[in-house]
């Protein structure tokens, strides 16, 4: 069964940073590009980053471009978010998301984990 | 930058209708475009991609179709499990994304 858990989440000040981690399992981590998501409270969905198989292609959202990085180990079965210069409109629940086998849909989601972003 | 607007925002309707929701990009995104269910304390769950290839599981009652700049999600015999919030999402550059606003399916 695929298992996406995602932590790191909590409460940090602007400007400050936090790291997000998302431990996959129940697959191949290594075939499977990944991806972050996220939701501002009472809002939609925003897609925030993604990272090929390998790490060989990164895509970023305007919105965290050059403050938000993604990365990942496949020795760990790890995805990660390094978010810095953090502000109050990066509060939102993150979360991690594998696509489907032979696209890129999203078919698997974690439960997501809760950034807020306040003094 | 394509933009991806649905509609309606939200809608009350009853059980047993017949619900239609669009998804309509700025630009041809030609089929590249998916469709995701979110109910109320949960993940989205994956419903419809490229456009009209319904997921594993996903009941038949929900049809996704359209191609280029206007798409529909429609749900025929609405339940009482469909209320949820609705979002389509298009692809580009291989794995860049952007999704509509959602749309809110509440139930007389």
């Known amino acids: 069964e695929v298992q996406l858990v995602e932590s790191g989440g909590g409460l940090v000040q602007p400007g400050r940073s936090l790291k997000l981690s998302c431990l996959a399992s129940?697959?191949?981590?290594?075939?499977?590009?990944m991806n972050w998501i996220r939701q501002a409270p009472g809002k939609g969905l925003e897609w925030v980053a993604s990272?090929?198989?390998?790490?060989?292609?990164?895509y970023y959202a305007d919105t965290v471009k050059g403050r938000f990085t993604i990365s990942r180990d496949n020795a760990k079965n790890t995805l990660y978010l390094q978010m810095t210069s953090l502000r109050s409109e990066d509060t939102a629940l993150y979360y991690c998301a594998r696509p489907l086998t032979g696209s890129h849909w999203f078919a698997y989601w974690g439960q997501g984990t809760l950034v807020t972003v306040s003094s | 930058n394509i933009v991806m607007t649905q509609s309606p925002k939200s809608m009350s309707i009853s059980v047993g209708d017949r619900v239609t929701m669009n998804c309509k990009a700025s630009?041809?995104?030609?089929?590249?475009i998916a469709w995701y269910q979110q109910k109320p304390g949960q993940s989205p769950k994956l419903l419809i991609y490229?456009?009209?290839n319904r997921y594993n599981g996903v009941p038949d009652r929900f049809t996704g179709s359209g191609y280029g700049t206007d798409f529909t999600l429609t749900i025929n015999s609405v339940q009482a499990e469909d209320a949820a919030f609705y979002y389509c999402q298009r692809i580009y550059n291989s794995l860049m994304y952007t999704f509509g606003a959602g749309t809110k399916l509440e139930l007389k």
């Open positions: 990272i090929s198989s390998s790490s060989s292609y990164i």
């Open positions: 630009q041809n995104v030609y089929n590249n």
């Open positions: 490229y456009a009209s």
């Open positions: 129940g697959f191949t981590f290594s075939n499977y590009g």
